[in-house]
Nanobody, 125 residues
Framework: QVQLVESGGGLVQAGGSLRLSCAAS????????MGWFRQAPGKEREFVAG????????YYADSVKGRFTISRDNAKNTVYLQMNSLKPEDTAVYYC??????????????????WGQGTQVTVNS
């Protein structure tokens, strides 16, 4: 079982940037696709970005495309989410998750079998 720990959240002004990290334990991290999700108060958890096992393919929600970048360093068992041009509507708890699969990027939470505890991102206007 892979354990995931997010870090890097915080409070930022609109237009600012943050970089989230997700550190994974376990030797199987590099074998699976990874995703970032977020959940705002009163809303469902939504897909933000995903990356395949080797980093060769990425996919983004339309709401973050062009502003967020997902990447991974398998040697460090870490996946990142660089967030630029942040908006107040990006405010949420951000979660990283491990997919059950290797070559696809799923947008539904049920496709992921390991989750981190989340990190809060707050964007002030």
């Amino acid at each position: 079982q892979v354990q995931l720990v997010e870090s890097g959240g915080g409070l930022v002004q609109a237009g600012g940037s943050l970089r989230l990290s997700c550190a994974a334990s376990g030797r199987t991290f590099s074998s699976y696709s990874m995703g970032w999700f977020r959940q705002a108060p009163g809303k469902e958890r939504e897909f933000v970005a995903g990356i395949t096992w080797g980093g060769g393919s990425t996919y983004y929600a339309d709401s973050v495309k062009g502003r967020f970048t997902i990447s991974r360093d398998n040697a460090k068992n870490t996946v990142y989410l660089q967030m630029n041009s942040l908006k107040p509507e990006d405010t949420a708890v951000y979660y990283c998750a491990k997919d059950r699969r290797t070559f696809v990027i799923a947008q539904t939470p049920s496709s992921y079998d390991s989750w981190g505890q989340g990190t809060q991102v707050t964007v002030n206007s």
